[in-house]
């Protein structure tokens, strides 16, 4: 007799593949209840959840913008979304070298090296630009910004307010910061803001969220 097993789907983990392949050698059948989470969801402050913002994304053509060293707490979460198609983007390839050998629990993720001043940001749901825009000179972001607003796609932007420019520790010369940003700027762009007060310790962060 073939008794249900009840497997929580986040993602297509090679191991997760293996187990799987070798329950249905046993003759079991599988039941995938895509409703159930793992458990090692990472711990993040509530404010920068992106389920609060963008839940897991299900249907969802997205863009991510610069996917760093993946170790923000906002790209650690990046995995555990389950969009339709997630294609990420960054200039440096070593840290596109590394998500890849990360597991995502999208449906189809692409990575591609390429400058965003040089992406055509059409067919996308959903474009997320995390701690990017620093890197930009201000008049270069806000061209990019002007051309995500020509879309149809819901802008989710999260950056610093930093009063002074940060040294570069992180060895890649994309990680320079080019560019200070207020709250202000962002409204003056037709963004809605959260201000995340002192959330860098000395200095403040900002949600801005642009729907269409």
């Known amino acids: 007799m073939k008794v249900p097993i ?19 050698e046993l003759g079991f059948d599988l039941i995938l209840d895509t409703s159930l989470r793992p458990s090692n969801y990472p711990m993040i402050k509530p404010c920068v959840d992106l389920r609060k913002k963008i839940g897991y994304g299900r249907g969802l053509r997205a863009l991510n913008v610069g996917v760093g ?84 796609a819901k802008l989710v932007i999260f950056g610093p307010l930093e009063k002074t420019f940060r040294p570069n520790t992180f060895g890649a010369e994309s990680q320079d910061h080019l560019s200070l940003w207020t709250e202000a700027d962002f409204k003056e762009l037709g963004f809605e803001t959260e201000r995340l007060v002192n959330f860098h310790g000395d200095f403040d962060a900002l949600w801005a969220i642009r729907n269409t």
């Not at 999208?106 to 474009?127: A, M, N, P, Q, W």
């Open 69 to 152: 060293n993946c170790k923000s707490d906002l790209m650690r979460q990046m995995p555990f979304m389950e969009f339709e198609q997630l294609d990420q983007i960054d200039v440096h390839q070593p840290y596109l070298d590394y998500a890849k050998t990360l597991g995502w629990g999208s449906r189809v993720v692409t990575f591609l090296e390429i400058d965003v001043r040089k992406v055509h940001f059409e067919g996308y749901d959903i474009i997320m630009v995390f701690d990017v825009l620093e890197h930009l000179t201000k008049e270069e972001a806000i061209e990019v910004i002007e051309k995500m607003k020509k879309t149809k």
């Open 6 to 24: 009840v497997i929580p789907t986040f993602g297509r983990f090679k191991k997760l593949e293996r187990l799987l392949a070798s329950i249905k």
